[in-house]
Nanobody
Framework: QVQLAESGGGLVQAGGSLRLSCAAS????????MGWFRQAPGKEREFVAR????????YYVDSVKGRFTISRDNAKNTVYLQMNSLKPEDTAVYYC???????????????WGQGTQVTVSS
């Protein structure tokens, strides 16, 4: 069982930055691939980024490439999402999730956090 808790969301102006954190419980954190997803009002949950258990492999959706960076610190059981050059269209609830696989598919993630709101004003 893995419990996830996101933090770091907030209100920021366009062009600004935020760093999201996701703290995980359990002693097997490094065995899980981790992902960040987001969901805007009236839209489906969207894959944003993923990172392998070791942190050696990452993957991003095209719309955030070059602006967002996913990373992890297995000693702290934490995964991060550094978001730079934020745009109003990045506004959403952001969720972290844990998977036994290195995947972008939400249905292949076993554990989810409660989400943190990110609002980007124009």
């Amino acid at each position: 069982q893995v419990q996830l808790a996101e933090s770091g969301g907030g209100l920021v102006q366009a062009g600004g930055s935020l760093r999201l954190s996701c703290a995980a419980s359990g002693r097997t954190f490094s065995s899980y691939g981790m992902g960040w997803f987001r969901q805007a009002p009236g839209k489906e949950r969207e894959f944003v980024a993923r990172i392998s258990g070791s942190g050696g492999s990452t993957y991003y959706v095209d719309s955030v490439k070059g602006r967002f960076t996913i990373s992890r610190d297995n000693a702290k059981n934490t995964v991060y999402l550094q978001m730079n050059s934020l745009k109003p269209e990045d506004t959403a609830v952001y969720y972290c999730a844990a998977s036994r696989f290195f995947t972008y598919r939400p249905d292949e993630y076993d554990y989810w956090g409660q989400g943190t709101q990110v609002t980007v004003s124009s």
